[in-house]
């Protein structure tokens, strides 16, 4: 009782920090654990905004797309070495966009033109090449048509490397169901052999330095080859050891019955799936097609349900669906929705026309849009500031 | 707990088994610590209590293993995963997941716990490790001891009544490993966990340990008993036991305050004496600051050195690995870079073979700079063993090997074979490098790179994974060399070994050199890199069981 009374004395006892707050908190909640976004929301947000890149060629929209992700992801990514492959993801999509442009200029390009900016000299082409042309007028037009239409890519690119960087695919298997956990680890083991085997690549190129060596040149890595193969498969062997010493692939008995019930509805699920996506795609199957899709996929699902009771797995903290990421969610449905809706009310301005060529407009109500895309940079906790002391100090 | 009958396993295609007839039994709660040579079948015998031996490894075990009751013979790893943990040799190839918190849960979502559960324990698990401010951190941030600390969570939170280590602590500087053996510590005193664990670093270990079980030699019986007992003939045995053995103390003592305390009449009879050529100084005393140009002319008498690095800077991936480093190495001095894991000394190590460029500063190896010669030219100046002898090894027999060596270092052929000859005659030609024992695989580098003749030779934790024979042997070997006029730079945490052999200490933290010196005042003056037998005899300046043996026979 006394104690209790005690520590109110003024001056006596500071209010101590409570504990797992960070040293620096400010007004922005980090995300910690417990308040990380589902990944799925992240990929479904992502994708979304993938999707709306596919609905326009308008190069001034498609900017305002890749310039929101970019945001979203600056703002929001992780401190995880997953996180950095956005980078590369943008080097691609640079990439692709620039080889488009190159193959315009130099195999030409079906848009008649009249704006011809420069001319190649063209290579005679042999008969049986007839349709090929190598060379020859480069016009605005053509240019611009690859232009808007490699940005489409490049901006569908930045987005599946955004949802890379937002949350790392290994998250996201983990959401998968039960029956699918072994899986989900297979995949995971493989996302991570490949930074090691690179890692194991650089290390073995730097020994041969050591041997005095080349360190660089095609047969230098053609010679570590084996050793890194050698490398990588005996840490896969170690790796498999320590999994199976820690109780990977445990299974509960299950009756047989069920163990049956599970192959049927799996196998059958399976085959109405095939059956019925092949009744959708032929003409003349128009009509069984749906429901027999349906009643597959019914059937496969039933079938993982069931077979989820051979695992005895539980999740440890798994990331909680909540509100926030219905918002997130939602928000890049909704720009996935809005421009497919503007690309059928008005699709002179979402698909600006390369002949007669005009400088492109911004649509006004599909740009305002787009920046709905933004809200998870809002509604989300920023990621947690770094503290490992041998960073650099930001100057 | 854990209890052996008569077992025996055979490899496939072995001809001889790995172990012979293992009898024995570890009872609850205990600390039991595994030792013997290399190669004896340590490993062997750590793999059978978790199952691993035979069910993964393949193999013939005969006789029966049980564990908490259950036979290993009916039950597989993951059955036996309730009751064992294991951790291996290297944590790396240990983790499934890539956040810490994962980690620790893994084992648990394996064996179906229930989430309040799991939760419950790795909060706990977290405190009791001294995790908790690492919780959210990607594995491959961590650093060597926080990782070993990972493992070990990881295998904890399933609450095994067993756990087996295999050399936690060999990867580790001694405060790291002093944090890993603490935890271990405190899990036998509190939680009554039994713990089995091999380790070749006795004198970081042996105090911690109830009982020691003792394999001799391959294919001979082990033998279990109180570390004081077991000591006393073990063919291993940690420097404050060799000390004891040789004053002729009785019981022997095993830590450090023990010996201590018994000391009194030996420091006696050694006052007065001096220790002998170890630790002298080296043949001419490094110029101290050189910070503004170059050597005055007075100093012409000094040899040249064979690597000069000033000011030099290194950033790895926005971090900096070394800032202001100065370092002169002379011709014939043995200099020991010591310091945490991660500060800094394998990237030294790099900077002076040219593996990595200077971000700002100079490195000059034999007058080149390192990073812009050829990689030809540069063997000549000087010679890296990296950590893992492995990477320098590609040929699949030795002969295959030593051929290429010669070819490398334009040598006449046999050269190569030659060196290896002298320094571990045993190795057949034909034996492919990756069947060497850790020791015979280190030396075989070794004598590639000394082919060339560089007079710098610099050498990554040499003494990982190495017994004390192999150990003494490569102690034998590097003080030759020294002795022939190369200069060694090597980065080790291994104390004992920088006591025995270096002329001088560098100790790194956070990439600047914060104490550069003669090894008997450097290492003497760091109560977690003095050597026992420093802390034993303190303050007088004795370093190695082999100088008081030497002073004491004069």
């Known amino acids: 009782m006394r104690e209790s009374r005690g520590s109110g004395r003024p001056g006596l006892a500071p209010p101590r920090p409570e504990r797992g707050t960070p040293p620096a908190g400010g007004p922005v909640p980090y995300a910690r654990r417990a308040a990380r976004l589902h990944p799925g929301a992240w990929w479904l947000w992502a994708l979304a905004l993938g999707t709306a890149a596919t609905r326009t060629t308008n190069p001034l929209l498609l900017a305002l797309l890749i310039t929101v992700s970019g945001y979203v992801v600056a703002v929001r990514r992780p401190h995880t070495p997953w996180a950095l492959s956005y980078g590369a993801f943008v080097k691609l999509a640079a990439a692709v966009l620039l080889l488009r442009l190159a193959f315009a200029v130099v195999l030409g390009s079906p848009i008649p033109g009249t704006h011809t900016l420069f001319t190649l000299p063209e290579v005679p082409l042999p008969d049986w090449a007839q349709g090929i042309r190598l060379g020859g007028r480069v016009t605005a037009e053509g240019l611009a048509f690859a232009l808007y239409d490699a940005l489409r890519l490049a901006a569908l690119l930045i987005c599946v490397g955004a949802a890379n960087a937002l949350a790392s695919p290994s998250r996201l298997l983990k959401s998968l169901p039960g029956a699918l956990y072994e899986l989900g680890v297979a995949v995971v083991v493989a996302l991570t052999f490949a930074p090691n085997l690179i890692a194991d690549v650089r290390r073995l190129r730097a020994a041969r330095r050591l041997r005095g060596r080349p360190d660089k040149g095609v047969r230098g890595l053609v010679q570590v080859g084996l050793p890194v193969l050698e490398g990588a498969l005996e840490r896969s062997v170690s790796l498999a050891a320590a999994m199976d010493a820690r109780g990977y692939g445990r299974t509960a008995e299950v009756p047989p019955a069920v163990r049956r019930t599970t192959a049927a509805l799996t196998l059958g699920g399976l085959l109405g799936v095939c059956a019925g996506t092949y009744g959708l795609l032929t003409a003349a199957g128009g009509g069984y097609g749906l429901p027999v899709l349906l009643a597959g996929v019914a059937s496969a699902l039933a079938g993982l349900w069931l077979g989820g009771r051979r695992t005895l797995r539980t999740r440890y903290r798994p990331d909680p669906w909540d509100a926030r990421a219905w918002l997130v969610t939602a928000s890049g449905v909704a720009v996935a929705a809005l421009l497919t809706l503007a690309g059928s009310l008005d699709p002179g301005a979402l698909r600006p026309g390369v002949v007669p060529l005009e400088p492109p407009t911004l649509p006004l109500w599909p740009a305002a849009a787009v920046l709905i895309g933004l809200l998870p940079a809002f509604v989300t906790p920023a990621p947690e500031a770094v503290r490992d002391t041998r960073e650099e100090p930001t100057p | ?554």
């Open chain 2, 1 to 554: 707990m854990i209890r052996f009958e008569n077992v025996s396993v055979t490899y496939d295609g072995a001809a001889e088994p790995a172990v012979r007839e293992v009898d024995f039994e570890v009872p609850e709660g205990e600390l039991v610590l595994l030792v013997g040579p290399s190669g004896v079948g340590k490993s062997t015998v750590l793999g059978a209590v978790s199952g691993l031996v035979p069910h993964f490894t393949g193999g013939t075990l005969h006789g029966r293993v049980t564990v908490a009751g259950r036979d290993t013979r009916t039950h597989k790893p993951r059955e036996l995963a309730d009751v064992v943990g294991t951790v291996g040799q290297d944590p790396l190839s240990h983790f499934v997941t890539d956040t810490v918190e994962d980690e620790l849960a893994y084992g648990m979502e394996s064996l179906g716990l229930a989430p309040e559960v799991m939760r419950r324990r790795v909060e706990e698990t977290l405190d009791l490790l001294g995790l908790a401010g690492l919780r959210d951190r990607h594995i491959s941030t961590l650093s060597g001891g926080q990782r070993q600390r990972v493992a070990i969570g990881s295998v904890l939170t399933p609450h095994p009544k067993v756990l087996v280590l295999d050399e936690p602590t060999s990867a580790l500087d001694p405060a790291a490993a002093e944090e890993v053996l603490a935890v271990l510590q405190r899990l036998v005193h509190d939680l009554g966990t039994t713990v089995l664990m091999a380790e070749h670093r006795l004198e970081r270990v042996v105090q911690y340990a109830d009982q020691v079980a003792l394999l001799p030699g391959a294919g001979e019986r082990l033998r279990l008993g109180s570390p004081a007992e077991v000591m006393a003939v073990s063919p291993v045995c940690p420097p404050v036991v060799g000390l004891g053995r040789l004053a002729g103390w009785s019981p022997l003592p095993l830590t450090v305050r023990d010996a201590r305390r018994r000391a009194a009449p030996l420091r006696e009879r050694l006052e007065g004496r001096r220790p002998g050529r170890d630790t002298a100084p080296p043949p001419a005393a490094p110029p101290v600051k050189r910070r503004f140009g170059r050597v005055k002319k007075e100093n012409a008498g000094t040899p040249e050195p064979v690597a000069e690095v000033r000011s030099l800077a290194v950033r790895r991936d926005r971090v900096r690995a070394l800032t202001h480093v100065d370092l002169t190495v002379l011709p014939g001095e043995t200099v020991a870079l010591m310091g945490r894991n991660g500060a800094g000394k394998s990237t030294l190590l790099s900077a002076l073979v040219g593996l990595v460029a200077p971000s700002s500063g100079s490195v000059r190896t034999g007058g080149a700079v390192p990073h812009r010669t050829r990689p030809r030219d540069l063997v000549r100046k000087a010679g890296l063993v990296p950590q893992e002898p492995r990477d320098l090894l590609y040929a699949d027999t030795v002969a295959a090997e030593c051929a290429a060596a010669d070819r490398d270092a334009e040598a006449e052929p046999g050269t190569c074979r030659a060196l290896l000859d002298q320094l571990l005659p045993s190795v057949a030609d034909d034996t492919h490098p990756r069947d060497l024992s850790e020791g015979q695989r280190l030396t075989l580098a070794l004598a590639v790179v000394l082919t060339a003749r560089p007079p710098l030779l610099l050498l990554d934790e040499p003494t990982r994974g190495l017994d004390y024979a192999a150990k003494a042997r490569l102690t034998a070997i590097l003080r030759g060399l020294a002795a022939e006029g190369h200069a060694i730079v090597m980065a080790t945490h291994d104390v004992e070994l920088a006591a025995e052999l270096a002329h001088r200490v560098v100790l790194l933290a956070e990439g600047e050199v914060i104490a550069d010196g003669p090894s008997a005042e450097v290492v003497v003056a760091s109560p977690s890199f003095a050597p026992q037998v420093a802390k034993i005899l303190a303050p007088q300046p004795w370093l190695t069981v082999a100088q008081v043996k030497e002073a004491l026979e004069r």
